[in-house]
Each structure stands twice: as C-alpha cells, then as structure tokens.
C-alpha cells in the first residue's frame, strides 16, 4: 500500500475549508497557502502534502543569505518557491537594496508574489522566467521567459535555489565577465515521480565553484534532508576570489 495515501486523501477532503484558513507562517513570512486548525493535531504523515506553520521553513538557505546579504546589497535569487526567500532576502538588504527573483513555476510566481503583497514588502520583484536548466520546475511554466545566466550575474549576491539546474547555471558562471561577488548555493539530489533524476554530488559542485572562481567560506546542512527527508541537502555559501 502506497504510505502516502492517508496524506493525499487529507489534501483532497481540506481543499475546500482551507480556503476560509488563515495564511500559513513560514520562517517568519507570512504566505498564500492556506491552514485549518485540523494541521496541528494530526500527524505529519497524514499533513505532510499541505503547508502548515512552519518556523524553520528553509532555515538553512536564509541563513546563508543572512551571511552574504547587507543594507544595500543587489541581490538576485534564482527559485522562489512560496516567495519567503525572497521576503526574508528584502528584510536583509533594506529599503537601500533590492531583491529579484527569478521562478520558472506559473503557480509559484503567484505565491510568491502574494507573499510579496501579504508582508508588504517593496522592495523586490518575482519574474516569470527560468534561468538555466528547467529540471524540476513545481507547476508549469507557461509563458515565463527564458533568461541566460549572463543576465542575472551582475549582482552582489546570486542565490541559487534551482533544484538540479545548478550545475548548468555555475558552468555558465565562470564564462561571465562580471561573476557575482557572493553565492548562496542550495543542492539536493532531485526526484521525478519518486526517481532520481539528479544525483547528489557535493564534489562536483565545489569543482563548479572552484573552476568558476569561489570558495566555500561556509557550509550548512539540511538535518531533515530533501524530498521529505529522502535526500541530503547542503547550502554553500561562496565568496569570489576578486573580492
């Protein structure tokens, strides 16, 4: 028996009473998705496929940028997700900085464009478009713009949260003139219909990173993994040798 099954049910029989929920809390941000008081007192297995409060919500990819992002700082992240990195990014960098998302998903743009909206956040933008390698986008892409790597590199910061397609977006870094300053690098193995599609591979990226010209100035590690704890996950943070 599939062991997902309790929790697909569950999404199927709250998608109507969600909507009259109150926005879930993510790392602090408030966001679109939607929980009914029924979340908190049932087990993770059976809520696992709806967004509940969840206060470490990406914690270790936020606190690599908390390492690079300043006052003032240009920042670009590539995948936005439910927009709290991008929320949390715009905190870090003040009404001086400013941050630019680029997220391939149709659904996810909304969400984190309403997140923008709900935390009433000014100074960012979500773009429609991918960037790299459209490997394990979460909704379809639709219209969204096809954007080079070269595009996006003049920035103080590049966050790359893009679910395999890091490996051909660090290629094409170190063919740009003007490479990012710091990098905030999230890698995973990813999964399609439960299969790996993208191995994890630590050694590689560091080359990547190294053949692009960065060091890794820190490192963090995901304790509850990726692909609801299937898979290991690390954040690199990297400075460039020009710095």
């Given at each position: ?14 998608a109507l009473p969600r909507l009259n929920g109150r926005n ?220």
């Amino acid at each position: 028996m599939n062991a997902d099954i309790p929790a697909i049910i569950y999404q199927q029989l709250t998608a109507l009473p969600r909507l009259n929920g109150r926005n879930a809390m993510l790392n602090g941000v408030r966001v679109e998705s939607k929980t009914i008081w029924t979340d908190e007192v049932l087990p993770d297995a059976v809520t696992k496929f709806v967004v509940n409060d969840e206060p470490a919500y990406e914690y270790q990819y936020v606190s690599g940028l908390s390492d690079v992002c300043f006052t003032g700082s240009e920042v670009t992240l590539i995948g936005g997700g439910e927009g709290v990195s991008t929320v949390r990014a715009a905190e870090m960098v003040g009404s001086n900085g400013f941050v630019t998302t680029y997220e391939g998903g149709e659904n996810q743009v909304r969400a984190g464009r309403r997140a923008l909206h709900l935390n009433d956040v000014e100074n960012a933008q979500i773009r429609h478009a991918v960037v790299g390698d459209d490997i394990s986008l979460r909704s379809d892409k639709g219209k969204a713009d096809v954007v080079p790597v070269s595009s996006v590199a003049e920035s103080d910061v590049l966050g790359i949260d893009a679910d395999g397609a890091e490996f051909s977006i660090l290629r094409s870094l170190a063919r740009v003139d003007q490479p990012p300053e710091r990098l905030v690098v999230e890698h995973h193995a990813v999964r399609n219909d439960g299969e790996v599609v993208v191995e994890f591979d630590r050694d590689e990226v560091v080359s990547l990173l190294e053949t692009a010209g960065y060091e890794v100035t820190e490192e963090y590690c995901d304790a509850r993994g990726a692909n609801y704890g299937k898979d290991a996950e690390i954040i690199l943070v990297c400075e460039h040798e020009t710095v």
